[in-house]
């Protein structure tokens, strides 16, 4: 049964400190996408990658946040240096073909808290 | 740019009653438009997704919505709930020829009282 794998489930973290979440997409999938799930905002778009080519990252905060594709088995979402604004739940997707029109495959999240 | 508007945070409704889940979405060009469900501690998943032809659109789990282009809504609907029913429902929109990722709603709790 093919899924979306994200890594650490739970991450409990000091301000400051460095995180890195890590997300395996489906084998064959040529898109990515990383998400963020508040309460206040929802669902917020971060980055998304086509064929591993980051298209756009503009929903990151540029200065801290970075999301990057080493191969076609992993996506990397960092934050550095993470604050308490930046606890949320991180999605990662991933799907085939054309952005709008096909299914989503997302992972079960990776729950970020920052102290 | 698209938007969705999830027009109720919560929904209770008694097991076996109806419920009509509401989405409204602006845009200015053709949109593509879905349901996603999230259960507790759970990615989301398909539920139904209307690009094109009858408006009306039957899902999984015995879900159906109605693509109404006048009144820009995409409602969701089920004729009778159960208890695993219950969890999030988001609204998603993505225009510009599926060109553009999807937009999603703040999504609409769905708790089914037994």
């Known amino acids: 049964d093919a899924r979306v794998t994200q890594t650490p489930r739970h991450k409990v973290t000091e301000m400051g400190q460095e995180v890195t979440m890590r997300c395996q997409p489906i084998l064959g999938h040529n898109t990515v996408f990383w998400y963020r799930q508040t309460m206040m905002q929802g669902l917020e778009l971060l980055a998304y990658?086509?064929?591993?080519?980051?298209?756009?990252d503009s929903g990151m905060p540029k200065d801290r946040f970075s999301a990057e594709m080493p191969d076609a088995t992993l996506a990397t979402l960092k934050i550095q240096p993470s604050e308490p604004r930046d606890s949320a739940v991180y999605f990662c997707a991933s799907g085939l073909g054309a952005f709008g029109t096909g299914e989503l495959f997302f992972g079960e999240g990776s729950r970020l808290t920052v102290l | 740019a698209q938007s969705v508007t999830q027009l109720d945070s919560q929904v209770p409704v008694f097991e076996e009653a109806p419920v009509e889940l509401r989405c409204n979405y602006s845009s200015s060009v053709s949109v593509y438009l879905f349901w996603y469900v999230q259960y507790p501690n759970q990615g989301l998943q398909l539920l139904l997704k209307?690009?094109?032809?009858?408006?009306l659109v039957k899902g999984i789990n015995g879900f159906e919505a109605e693509f109404n282009k006048s009144q820009t809504s995409f409602h969701l609907r089920k004729p009778s709930v159960h208890i695993s029913d219950t969890a999030e429902y988001f609204c998603a929109v993505s225009g510009d020829s599926g060109n553009t990722p999807l937009v999603f709603g703040k999504g609409t709790r769905l708790s089914v009282i037994a």
């Open positions: 990658f086509r064929n591993r080519a980051p298209l756009d």
């Open positions: 209307y690009l094109s032809g009858s408006t």
